[in-house]
C-alpha cells in the first residue's frame, strides 16, 4: 500500500478543540433551544445526500439496508445531526452516537431528550427545559446517566476508537444484533479530523518484535483508524465515510489496501498451508455519493467525498 501523504496537524485534531467548541454550542443551545450547533459540510448539502443514496429503492437492496430494522454507529457524532436526520427521514433501527468528547456526548444527548420532549407533546416541558439547561451551563445541576428511567430514542456514549477496545460498543443494551456489529457505520468528517492530530503510534513495540534496535518511521494515529473500525461493522455490513480532506482515491488507499483485521484460523494447518491460506476481514467499495462537480485545469472533481464500503472476507 502506498500511504498518501499526511496532512499538516492542526488544532482540529486535539480534544481541546472539540471540547471547547461543544462547551460553547450547549451554551448557546441553553439560551436558544433552536440552535443544535454547527452542521458539518452543509455548504455540500452532505446530510440530504447520504439519505438519498441510502434510501434509493434499487440501492437500498444491493447495501442490504430496511429503514425498519437498519443499525447505524455514528463514529464521532458531535451533535448528533445526522442520526437525528436519518430518524426525522423514517429509519427505525437502533441508534448510537459516539464522540471522544464528553462535551459533544452531553450536546448530543440534550438535543436528544429535547426531540423527545418536544415529540411527546409534554405540558411545560419547553420552560422545564429551559430551565434545567441554564442550571446545567452554570454547573448547577448533575446530569443523570443516560437511559436511567426513560426511553431513549437514540443512544449516545462517549467513546475513543483509538484508545479503547470496540466492546463497549458491541453491546445488547444499545440493540440485541450489536453483539456482532453495526449494520452501518457512519463517519462524517471524523477521520478528518483524525488525520489532522500530531498523536503518532508507538513503534517501539515492533522493533523489538523483529529484534531490531531500528526505529521505523513514526506513523500517524490515523494510520490505526481503518482497523479500528472494523471489528464495529458485522459481516456484510457497511462504513459509510465522508471527508473534505481525502479524495475518493485516496480513501479508497486508506480502507479498501489499508484496513485490515486478522480472522483466527478455527483448524490446525502446517505454517506454509496457513502462510498461504490467511483470511482477514477488509473493506471493499460498493458505493459512492455524488456530489456538485467542479473542474480546474482540466481535472474534475468535488469539494467532498463519500464512499462506502463493505465488511467482506478476504485472503492474502
Not at 16 to 26: G, P
Not at 59 to 64: H, S
Not at 154 to 178: G, N, Y
Not at 216 to 223: A, G, L, S, V
Given at each position: 500500500?502506498?500511504?498518501?501523504?499526511?496532512?499538516?496537524?492542526?488544532?482540529?485534531?486535539?480534544?481541546?478543540?472539540?471540547?471547547?467548541?461543544?462547551?460553547?454550542?450547549?451554551?448557546?443551545?441553553?439560551?436558544?433551544?433552536?440552535?443544535?450547533?454547527?452542521?458539518?459540510?452543509?455548504?455540500?448539502?452532505?446530510?440530504?445526500?447520504?439519505?438519498?443514496?441510502?434510501?434509493?429503492?434499487?440501492?437500498?437492496?444491493e447495501l442490504g439496508v430496511d429503514?425498519?430494522?437498519?443499525?447505524?454507529?455514528?463514529?464521532?457524532?458531535?451533535?448528533?445531526?445526522?442520526?437525528?436526520?436519518?430518524?426525522?427521514?423514517?429509519?427505525?433501527?437502533?441508534?448510537?452516537?459516539?464522540?471522544?468528547?464528553?462535551?459533544?456526548?452531553?450536546?448530543?444527548?440534550?438535543?436528544?431528550?429535547?426531540?423527545?420532549?418536544?415529540?411527546?407533546?409534554?405540558?411545560?416541558?419547553?420552560?422545564?427545559?429551559?430551565?434545567?439547561?441554564?442550571?446545567?451551563?452554570?454547573?448547577?445541576?448533575?446530569?443523570?446517566?443516560?437511559?436511567?428511567?426513560?426511553?431513549?430514542?437514540?443512544?449516545?456514549?462517549?467513546?475513543?476508537?483509538?484508545?479503547?477496545?470496540?466492546?463497549?460498543?458491541?453491546?445488547?443494551?444499545?440493540?440485541?444484533?450489536?453483539?456482532?456489529?453495526?449494520?452501518?457505520?457512519?463517519d462524517k468528517g471524523t477521520f478528518?479530523?483524525?488525520?489532522?492530530?500530531?498523536?503518532?503510534?508507538?513503534?517501539?513495540?515492533?522493533?523489538?518484535?523483529?529484534?531490531?534496535?531500528?526505529?521505523?518511521?513514526?506513523?500517524?494515529?490515523?494510520?490505526?483508524?481503518?482497523?479500528?473500525?472494523?471489528?464495529?461493522?458485522?459481516?456484510?455490513?457497511?462504513?459509510?465515510?465522508?471527508?473534505?480532506?481525502?479524495?475518493?482515491?485516496?480513501?479508497?488507499?486508506?480502507?479498501?489496501?489499508?484496513?485490515?483485521?486478522?480472522?483466527?484460523?478455527?483448524?490446525?494447518?502446517?505454517?506454509?498451508?496457513?502462510?498461504?491460506?490467511?483470511?482477514?476481514?477488509?473493506?471493499?467499495?460498493?458505493?459512492?455519493?455524488?456530489?456538485?462537480?467542479?473542474?480546474?485545469?482540466?481535472?474534475?472533481?468535488?469539494?467532498?467525498?463519500?464512499?462506502?464500503?463493505?465488511?467482506?472476507?478476504?485472503?492474502?
Amino acid at each position: 500500500m502506498v500511504t498518501p501523504a499526511h496532512l499538516e496537524p492542526s488544532k482540529l485534531g486535539t480534544k481541546e478543540y472539540w471540547d471547547a467548541l461543544y462547551t460553547t454550542e450547549i451554551a448557546n443551545h441553553a439560551h436558544d433551544p433552536a440552535d443544535t450547533g454547527t452542521a458539518w459540510f452543509d455548504d455540500s448539502d452532505a446530510e440530504a445526500k447520504l439519505l438519498e443514496f441510502l434510501e434509493d429503492p434499487e440501492r437500498a437492496g444491493e447495501l442490504g439496508v430496511d429503514a425498519a430494522t437498519t443499525s447505524f454507529l455514528d463514529l464521532g457524532t458531535g451533535n448528533g445531526a445526522l442520526l437525528f436526520a436519518l430518524r426525522d427521514a423514517g429509519w427505525e433501527g437502533p441508534m448510537l452516537g459516539v464522540d471522544y468528547s464528553a462535551q459533544s456526548v452531553r450536546f448530543a444527548r440534550r438535543i436528544e431528550k429535547a426531540r423527545r420532549k418536544e415529540g411527546g407533546g409534554d405540558e411545560g416541558s419547553s420552560k422545564d427545559e429551559a430551565e434545567d439547561q441554564d442550571k446545567e451551563v452554570e454547573g448547577e445541576a448533575n446530569e443523570e446517566p443516560e437511559g436511567e428511567g426513560e426511553e431513549v430514542d437514540v443512544h449516545f456514549a462517549e467513546h475513543d476508537i483509538l484508545h479503547s477496545p470496540a466492546t463497549p460498543l458491541l453491546d445488547a443494551r444499545f440493540s440485541p444484533s450489536a453483539v456482532d456489529g453495526w449494520d452501518v457505520v457512519l463517519d462524517k468528517g471524523t477521520f478528518d479530523a483524525i488525520s489532522l492530530s500530531a498523536e503518532t503510534l508507538d513503534n517501539t513495540a515492533a522493533a523489538a518484535a523483529n529484534g531490531t534496535n531500528d526505529q521505523p518511521r513514526p506513523r500517524r494515529i490515523n494510520e490505526a483508524y481503518g482497523a479500528r473500525v472494523l471489528p464495529l461493522v458485522r459481516e456484510g455490513g457497511l462504513f459509510l465515510i465522508t471527508s473534505c480532506n481525502w479524495t475518493e482515491a485516496e480513501l479508497r488507499s486508506w480502507f479498501e489496501e489499508g484496513a485490515a483485521q486478522e480472522i483466527p484460523s478455527s483448524a490446525p494447518t502446517s505454517s506454509s498451508e496457513n502462510q498461504a491460506q490467511r483470511a482477514f476481514w477488509g473493506f471493499e467499495v460498493v458505493g459512492r455519493v455524488e456530489y456538485r462537480s467542479f473542474s480546474f485545469g482540466g481535472v474534475k472533481g468535488q469539494t467532498i467525498s463519500s464512499l462506502c464500503f463493505r465488511k467482506v472476507q478476504k485472503r492474502s
